[in-house]
């Protein structure tokens, strides 16, 4: 390969460039860095691209906004059905239905984020083939863009809380990091997902199938008190586990403390990320050819 | 005098060939066969690398065989795009790149836009650089022309305070202040284009590529587009401007850059490129100047040969030819003795090689006279039937006995635009294969 002999010579490293600075365009190899940096100041894109996304969402339909909580009310309807009611499924002593809705509102912020990011680099071949800019914005914001809907649907959580007569704890403040635990997971599998699907359009596929098995290998219809230690931990190998009896724990005061799962699940999201930011950025230089 | 603001060395970019076939994703289970045969592949590497380690040097289209067949005959379906492609520009230097389509020009921008990264060689860039190699980039249908103004501009690079500031300027200068919180897909074609340019003119990047988007919209908005253009080539920035319309590159830019075939063919003065290049016939000539023939593709037996032509429309001031208004093309035709001709003709045929039009004087049942020499004839259509787009122009010169003398299927490609109207007239957006003038009167 003639290229190895050129490349040699010239250091692989892209520099973005601001005024008076040199910045060398030379092919990269191997592993490259996440240049955060540059994401940072593309942030306005970020911003940008996410508000598309959220503005035109639901155009033209007719329930608008209400999509985003029908999804996970009528899951919740029927779990309660066949789950609750015919299954007489254990719900660690809260009421079956605010019990699995809890579960759903971060699953659903999950599942979307996770299928949106895992298609938005193909559906951005237009933008991908005809401007530079870091390409990690992409799956980024079609993760971020969802969380109106994780919004919406929260507010609905909190109504049935209401309902139920449900007071949360001071656990409560845990949330925003449960959330953010969501979020670096749904990321995290996106990154790995959307640069697959560039070059393999059988990711696509995969998607759909993957969040259906994934639902229920996620303590959602039923706790995850059900299983003996130490597999109730380990349960946590899935961070979707943690989030789901995180958000049981601090906002419908379930006993079962989570640390452990939690931790657990943490770990396995941060590396997931981490590694699936790397994956990204090392097939990024060949998306606007293959996408 | 000036210092070099980019330089780029020895640019190559590969492509698999594979890549543009209509399936071109590969599936995973071609990549997880491949990755399970990888530790064979490795093995026969080891064992085969003693005994041939020859030609790793440079080689650039032949393919060293290093072990796996399926490498092998997978690098065989390569081509390279652009390769050693070295040139420097200086600051504000307005430069344009020509060459045919597919020559390279395009993957060129798309490697210095960072799009995609080249396979070898480098460039070093000083300075902000926006390209432009599409308009509407990023236009969403569902979104208002406010919106979208402000969707493009952040995807171009544009800061959300630079892009407010420019707001007004943008509106005004796409025309389109009455549709401005219209969704665009509610928008005509005409006014879709003008406000993505707009969009686009407003950038204020040091550096900006620029491909083939002016070709858009009709004459006087092109032609203000290209007004846009020469400001800021003024304004001391650096372009490099990617057409196909040689009369804009010669308008804007000293120097010019030929691609051909992935090579750079030459750099240098613009109008001794472009005379150059449109003797290949693969440029769209600009009206009212003399295209040289002596390099065209011909057939014939050549006692009659066409030297030039030239084609303008009478009475108008246009660098391109006029949908539904006369043609006029003057050809310059040697003989080698004093001889009548039965035919002289001009054919025109669209992008796809239909022949639309044949100007044939055979039908006139008239002989040309020719002396020996240089003769001068004079074409003249009419009224021309076509709708804006690129044809080919091809001349024809013939004995109905004897056969023909020269006949260039493509002696050059002409353009044709809308003539400017008074008043908002718009195109339709399907548009009849033929124009045709009509009025329409009441009772």
């Not at chain 1, 699953?107 to 193909?122: D, E, P, Y």
């Not at chain 2, 026969?44 to 289209?61: A, C, I, Q, T």
């Not at chain 2, 249908?141 to 979208?148: C, D, F």
């Not at chain 2, 004995?399 to 195109?427: H, L, M, S, W």
Request: glycine share 8%; proline share 4%; charged share 20%.
């Amino acid at each position: 390969m003639s290229s190895v002999v050129s490349n040699a010579a010239y250091p692989a490293r892209i520099a973005r460039a601001t005024v008076g600075q040199t910045m060398r365009i030379a092919p990269s190899r191997g592993w490259v860095s996440l240049k955060l940096g540059e994401l940072w100041e593309y942030r306005e894109l970020l911003y940008f691209l996410m508000w598309r996304d959220i503005k035109v969402r639901y155009k033209q339909t007719v329930l608008g906004a209400a999509w985003a909580i029908i999804q996970p009310v009528f899951t919740m309807i029927v779990f309660s059905l066949f789950f609750g009611q015919l299954g007489k499924m254990p719900s660690d002593g809260i009421p079956y239905p605010i019990f699995s809705f809890a579960a759903l509102v971060p699953w659903t912020f999950f599942a979307n984020g996770l299928s949106q990011s895992s298609n938005s680099l193909v559906g951005s071949s237009n933008l991908i083939t005809k401007v530079y800019f870091p390409r990690l914005v992409v799956p980024l914001s079609a993760v971020l863009s969802g969380v109106v809907d994780f919004a919406l649907s929260f507010v609905v959580l909190l109504g049935m809380m209401f309902f139920f007569g449900i007071v949360p704890t001071v656990n409560f403040l845990w949330l925003p990091l449960l959330f953010l635990l969501a979020f670096i997971a749904s990321l995290g599998v996106g990154l790995w997902f959307s640069a697959l699907n560039v070059e393999f359009r059988d990711v696509r596929y995969l998607i759909t199938f993957v969040t259906q098995l994934w639902l229920f290998a996620t303590p959602i219809a039923y706790p995850s008190s059900m299983l003996p230690e130490p597999w109730r931990t380990l349960y946590g190998l899935n961070p979707m586990a943690g989030v789901v009896e995180g958000f049981r724990w601090a906002l419908l005061g379930t006993n079962t403390a989570p640390g452990a799962i939690i931790a657990v699940s943490s770990t396995v999201a941060v590396i997931v990320l981490i590694t699936g930011a790397f994956y990204f950025r090392r097939m990024e230089r060949t998306f606007a050819d293959v996408v | 005098m000036s210092e070099t603001i980019i330089s780029v060395h020895n640019l190559g970019k590969r492509y698999r060939i594979g890549a543009q076939q209509p399936l071109y994703y590969r599936t995973l289970r071609d990549q997880l066969n491949d990755k399970a045969l990888a530790p064979f592949r490795i093995a026969r590497h080891l064992l085969v690398r003693n005994g041939k380690n020859s030609d790793n040097g440079n080689g650039n289209g032949h393919r060293s065989v290093n072990g796996n067949h399926t490498r092998a005959s997978r690098r065989a379906e390569t081509i390279w795009a652009l390769k050693d492609v070295s040139f420097d520009v200086s600051r504000g230097e307005v430069i344009g790149v020509v060459g045919r389509n597919g020559a390279g020009k395009s993957t060129l921008l798309k490697i210095l836009s960072r799009i995609t990264e080249p396979t070898q060689g480098y460039a070093d860039i000083t300075g902000r650089i926006a390209s432009l190699l599409e308009v509407g980039t990023g236009f969403h249908p569902e979104l208002t022309g406010r919106e979208n103004i402000f969707l493009n501009g952040s995807i171009l690079g544009m800061r959300r305070a630079e892009i407010q500031r420019k707001f007004d300027e943008i509106v005004e200068f796409a025309e389109i202040e009455k549709f401005i919180d219209t969704a665009v897909k509610y928008y005509s074609s005409g006014m879709y284009t003008r406000l993505a340019f707009s969009v686009a003119a407003h950038l204020e990047p040091e550096i900006l590529l620029v491909d083939e988007v002016l070709a858009v919209g009709d004459a006087a908005f092109q032609k203000k587009c290209l007004g846009k253009m020469g400001d800021v080539a003024r304004e001391g920035r650096t372009v490099l401007f990617v057409s196909h319309n040689m009369a804009a590159v010669q308008r804007l830019c000293a120097h010019s850059l030929w691609i051909e075939e992935g090579r750079i063919k030459a750099y240098g003065n613009t109008n001794a490129i472009v005379d150059d290049y449109l003797s290949t016939s693969t440029a769209t000539a600009p009206a009212d100047r003399w295209v040289n023939l002596d390099h065209a593709n011909r057939v014939g037996s050549g006692g009659v040969r066409f030297k030039a032509l030239k084609y303008s429309v009478p009475d108008a001031e246009t660098d391109t030819a006029m949908s539904s208004e006369p043609l006029e093309v003057s050809l310059e035709v040697t003989s080698d003795c004093d001889r009548t001709v039965g035919s002289v003709a001009m054919t025109i045929c669209d992008h796809h090689g239909t022949r639309l039009i044949n100007a044939d004087t055979l039908s006139f049942g008239k002989s040309v006279r020719l002396t020996e020499g240089s003769n001068n004839l004079r074409l003249t259509l009419d009224k021309l039937h076509l709708n804006p787009g690129t044809y080919m122009l091809g001349l024809w010169i013939a004995d109905p006995i004897a056969g023909p003398f020269d006949y260039i299927d493509a002696a050059c490609r002409i353009e044709v635009c809308k003539p400017p109207q008074n008043g908002i007239g718009q195109t339709p957006d399907d548009e009849g294969l033929i124009p045709c003038s009509f009025h329409l009167t009441a009772g």
